[in-house]
């Protein structure tokens, strides 16, 4: 933020300053709210909203401060007149804004005002007068002096002070309602902060250098090759992104018709013609859809290799298992796949076999990846190109629906009832579910806790 | 030599300097002893060999650093927008916010979709972690967590329970239960411990795994049933902040960034970080993955969000501007890879154009800094949280 200020003023290519009038007094060094807008435009080329807001968030931060009407903090692209806070006020110095200053800051306003300060500060001054009660005196005091020393300055000095240190407290303590902006998440340790845990010690650089050595052996890609995938993948998923080519029947956020989430539901009698496309464009792409794993399930059916998925899915569910199942999972998918003479037995190479039964001795979740992995290569390379030239995907891509768009309302504001649907917690456990049914529940409503 | 694991589970006296102190176990020729963190740094440091310093371990990790990115260069023929020259150019984008749910009293730090399309979790400041269907805009279940600042939270795959965490170094897991009788907070499972806050958490492709990010430097991998931990992850040099999954149905690795200004790849199964990339300038507040999972976007408190290809092994874009002054706090991509939608401490949503690298259009609304952003499972819609106190739905 001090970059672009400091090239705000900047003498030469900065806002445009002048000495304006204000009412009687003659002000230095004084911008306009429409000034501030029109350079902030014309040098980051941004519209006119994005200008105002970050004029507005500068002035919040306290970078500058409003000659008139000083209670609020409001970038007007008029006339109104700004000034540069100078550095001294900047909140990244970070000078913490001790409670005296404050206190002294209000009984001097109190005094000027004759009592007439906003409710909230006076609250704060009932409550500083409790707290340093035993320094009141010398706060008085400081107020009084401070006044007086103002009295002797030039007036249009005095209203700049004034303003200045208005916008100052108005930073640092902001007045209910308004959040503030000083703000900040809790600490995030560095290196230095915490020297025992963190500390960059031997074993930290000899993990670095393995993984540096490792990374040198990696193979890597030519940068045509992998940037001209991305625009392949976009181009080919761009039909089918609500964001980017809308959505049939209609987007449920927009018009509140949920239609398209109940064709589009996992586990639907008919899949829409753009869900039966996408089955085409990889493997994972038809395994990770319900619908298009169950027909793909089918077809391998046919040609007797279905065993095929179901050990696949057996795996997965062993590397995605809680770690007490595992023993019990990793026997019971040998014995029904890896087993001589099991009742489904998968046809992996032998070397791969030979590793799995070795390391099947000491069963761990991850001791079934390889053949995992062949059984997935087997079937992405060999089964899946002849599902998709099959006569059973084409005649699901012929049967697919294409929804029609909703007609636009002609009362548009009549409310259309927004339905819930029943919550994922509320359903019966389904394969691969594993939450329980909670009894007699409310169907799926305001529901609260 | 020394084994250092950095989690603490004893309490007693060092068998070095006698205080009482948190202990560590630390294996000397095959003894196990009970050494404070202190003694337990200085055993480090002393178990260097003598041709070894720490002075000449950093500058030898210097150098291969410096080799790795010459090999990398040398791969590198063309930039992400020529390619892009050829694709046409998106026309305006006009995202209203569709919805505002209020209800939380504070910040709200983090969301989570669940895979239902239609429901959320969200976590705030006061502890409060509130799951909504955004679609009717009503709460369905509220918790309220023994700490402040709950700076995590997830949503399980099968939509039954919900992890979250923050500030009480913790990750617990709730069952989501529609039983009037039942209170929720007495089902609660505490699953993952470390030494800092969390920062991130993330069920793995089932309600069983839950991987975690911390503030004390490490990622995690824990067993949600038994809470044993499975496999944890050290390299980062400051605190991880966020961490992704890898989309793949067949590797399994998963990217983390930090205040080291480093993102790592992790393979999940060995432990084993498998790529690095070190050019923000600041603090790494999100990462998350391209839906093909060939790279990945990253935001950070720089102002600058990037794009990181895994097979060129390099950042392949930079997404900023200058009027851009305040950091990024989280990314996501719409389902085509196309949009890159950035929310930043300034209040505003930035949707850049992933392949020119130019921005698209900018999102007002949010009246304090937008502290969470996640695109819905189907990608109908995002939502973005804010320390508003609100979260607000687009489309």
């Given amino acids: 933020m001090e970059r672009v200020v400091v090239s705000m003023q900047d003498p030469d290519h900065g806002v445009n300053m002048r000495s304006q009038r204000l009412l009687i007094t003659v002000v230095p060094h004084a911008v306009t709210g429409n000034d501030i807008m029109e350079w902030l435009i014309h040098k980051y080329c941004i519209s006119e909203e994005e200008a105002l807001h970050l004029g507005t968030l500068l002035l919040r931060h306290g970078y500058l401060y409003p000659l008139q009407d000083p209670g609020s903090l409001v970038l007007r692209p008029d006339e109104t007149l700004y000034r540069f806070q100078t550095p001294y006020f900047w909140t990244s110095t970070l000078w913490p804004a001790s409670e005296l200053d404050y206190a002294i800051y209000l009984a001097k306003k109190n005094i000027r005002k004759h009592g007439a300060l906003a409710d909230h500060e006076k609250e704060h001054h009932g409550q500083l007068h409790r707290k340093i009660n035993h320094m009141w005196d010398l706060v008085v005091m400081q107020a009084r002096e401070q006044l007086r020393a103002a009295k002797q300055r030039r007036k249009g000095d005095r209203l700049v002070v004034a303003c200045q240190e208005q916008t100052y407290w108005l930073v640092h303590r902001p007045p209910p309602g308004v959040p503030s902006v000083l703000e900040q998440a809790p600490e995030r340790g560095s290196c230095t902060a915490r020297r025992v845990l963190m500390t960059k010690n031997a074993d930290f650089y000899k993990r670095e250098i393995e993984c540096c050595r490792r990374a040198l052996g990696r193979t890597r890609v030519k940068s045509s090759v992998s940037l001209e995938a991305y625009l392949k993948f976009s181009n080919q998923h761009r039909p089918h992104d609500p964001i980017m080519s809308g959505c049939l029947p209609s987007n449920p956020w927009i018009t509140d018709d949920d239609t398209y989430w109940a064709m589009n539901a996992p586990r639907v009698a008919e899949p829409t013609q753009l869900r039966v496309e996408r089955w085409a464009f990889s493997f994972q792409e038809l395994l990770q859809d319900p619908v298009g794993r169950a027909h793909f399930m089918d077809f391998l059916r046919k040609e007797f290799s279905a065993e095929n998925l179901s050990f696949w899915e057996a795996c997965k569910e062993l590397r995605h298992g809680g770690q007490a199942q595992v023993p019990a999972l990793v026997d019971a998918v040998y014995q029904q796949f890896l087993a001589p003479g099991a009742a489904r037995w998968v046809n992996i190479d032998s070397q791969t076999m030979e590793r799995t039964l070795e390391g099947l001795r000491r069963p761990h979740r991850y001791v079934l990846d390889a053949a995992q992995l062949h059984i997935y290569m087997l079937m992405k390379k060999d089964s899946y190109p002849r599902f998709l030239k099959s006569d059973m995907y084409k005649a699901l891509l012929a049967e697919a629906v294409i929804p029609p768009e909703t007609k636009r309302r002609v009362f548009p504001f009549m409310w259309k009832p927004r339905r819930s649907s029943p919550s994922p917690a509320l359903l019966p456990a389904s394969a691969s579910g594993d939450c329980a049914a909670a009894p007699g529940g409310p169907g799926g409503g305001p529901g609260e806790a | ?395």
């Fill in chain 2, 1 to 395: 030599m020394c084994d250092q694991t950095f989690l603490v589970n004893v309490f007693g006296s060092c068998d070095k300097c006698f205080k009482q102190r948190a202990l560590r176990p630390v294996f000397k020729k095959s003894q196990q002893l009970s050494y404070c963190s202190i003694c337990a740094e200085i055993m480090a440091t002393d178990g260097l060999h003598e041709n070894e310093t720490l002075a000449s371990l950093k500058s030898e990790a210097e150098s291969l650093k410096g080799k790795l990115e010459e090999e990398r260069a040398k791969l590198h023929d063309v930039e992400l927008h020529q390619v892009a020259e050829r694709v046409e150019a998106l026309g305006q984008f006009v995202m209203k916010t569709r919805r505002t749910l209020k209800g939380h009293g504070n910040k709200v730090l983090c969301m989570d979709w669940c895979k239902d399309k239609r429901r959320i979790v969200s976590s705030s400041q006061d502890g409060k972690v509130i799951v909504w269907d955004s679609f009717t805009t009503n709460k369905e279940h509220a918790v309220t967590m023994p700490c402040t600042w709950v700076m995590a939270c997830a949503y399980a795959p099968s939509g039954c329970a919900i992890a979250c965490g923050g500030l009480d170094n913790k990750c617990s897991v709730y069952p989501l239960t529609f039983d009037k009788n039942e209170n929720m907070a007495a089902k609660k499972k505490s699953v993952a411990m470390h030494t800092n806050y969390l920062s991130a958490c993330s069920f793995t492709n089932s309600d069983m795994q839950i991987l975690t990010a911390s503030g004390d430097g490490t990622c995690a991998l824990w067993d949600v049933e038994s809470g044993q931990l499975l496999q944890s992850f050290h390299g980062h040099g400051a605190d991880v902040l966020c961490l992704d999954l890898a989309p793949s149905e067949t590797g399994n690795t998963f990217v983390s960034g930090g205040c080291d200004k480093k993102a790592m790849v992790w393979d999940m199964r060995s432990g084993q970080c498998v790529q690095a990339f070190e050019t923000h300038e600041s603090d790494i507040n999100s990462v998350r993955y391209y839906p093909s999972g060939d790279a990945f976007a990253s935001g950070s408190d720089d102002a600058t969000c990037r794009l990181y290809d895994l097979r060129a092994d390099r950042e392949v874009a930079i997404y900023s501007k200058e009027s851009i002054i305040f950091g990024a706090s989280s990314v996501d991509f719409s389902l085509s890879g196309r949009l890159l939608f950035a929310g930043y401490n300034d209040y505003t949503i930035n949707v850049w154009d992933v392949l020119k690298g130019s921005r698209v259009s900018i999102l007002f609304g949010h009246e304090n800094r937008v502290s969470t952003l996640r695109v819905s499972p189907d990608g109908t819609a995002f939502c973005s949280g804010s320390w508003d106190h609100t979260l607000r739905v687009w489309a």
